[in-house]
T-cell receptor, first 116, second 111 residues
Framework: GAVVSQHPSRVICKSGTSVKIECRSL??????MFWYRQFPKQSLMLMAT?????????EQGVEKDKFLINHASLTLSTLTVTSAHPEDSSFYIC????????????FGAGTRLSVL | QKEVEQDPGPLSVPEGAIVSLNCTYS??????FMWYRQYSRKGPELLMY????GNKEDGRFTAQVDKSSKYISLFIRDSQPSDSATYLC???????????FGSGTRLQVQP
């Protein structure tokens, strides 16, 4: 199947710092990527939809100034957690839609963020 | 009512058992049905993809969709300890939107 690369897999940072997470579709073009957040033993919660070349669409309750999303190319979307705080500690997962094929969404391996 | 309902488990079975995982959904517009497998601390991995009603088989896995009753099933034959994971159903009306996941069923296959 298609591969989505997500980096870094693990981040530990101090409160107040910003963290950037990258999501790349390696062998297909993705006009749309999605960012999810997952708390322990819970299902994935959609944070935002990222469309190449346009502004991201955020879900209700997600602060767009805190979670900056950039989708500058057909294969790369980034999520920046600005001024991270301990409550932002979570598992962040991206997915990419294969826009030239079946529209199936493929997921990255996830990023575990721990804010001290 | 949640759009997608799934028993969270955990479901514990002995190695070699047949496993049945199920979801119900409420949106009659759903026509794509995906099953993802998620190991602990990893992203979901696509297992099965089905369009509309019917069965689809891939190795030890069989996905079944009954749109009339809005019921989705995933069967695992000859279950292995390596199948121990959380299984997420994700029906969709179109692949162009974010997926609506069930809560996931945690499966443990005992050796």
């Amino acid at each position: 199947g298609a591969v989505v690369s997500q980096h870094p897999s693990r981040v530990i940072c101090k409160s107040g710092t910003s963290v950037k997470i990258e999501c790349r579709s390696l062998d297909f073009q993705a006009t749309t990527m999605f960012w999810y957040r997952q708390f322990p033993k819970q299902s994935l919660m959609l944070m935002a939809t990222s469309n190449e070349g346009s502004k991201a669409t955020y879900e209700q309750g997600v602060e767009k100034d805190k979670f900056l999303i950039n989708h500058a190319s057909l294969t790369l979307s980034t999520l920046t957690v600005t001024s991270a705080h301990p409550e932002d500690s979570s598992f962040y997962i991206c997915s990419a839609r294969d826009s030239q094929g079946t529209d199936i969404q493929y997921f990255g391996a996830g990023t575990r963020l721990s804010v001290l | 009512q949640k759009e997608v309902e799934q028993d969270p488990g955990p479901l514990s079975v002995p190695e070699g058992a047949i496993v049945s995982l199920n979801c119900t959904y409420s949106n009659s517009a759903f026509q794509y049905f995906m099953w993802y497998r998620q190991y602990s601390r990893k992203g979901p991995e696509l297992l099965m993809y089905t369009y509309s009603s019917g069965n689809k088989e891939d190795g030890r896995f069989t996905a079944q969709v009954d749109k009339s009753s809005k019921y989705i099933s995933l069967f695992i034959r000859d279950s292995q300890p390596s199948d121990s994971a959380t299984y997420l159903c994700a029906p969709s009306d179109t692949g162009r939107r974010a997926l609506t996941f069930g809560s996931g069923t945690r499966l443990q296959v005992q050796p």
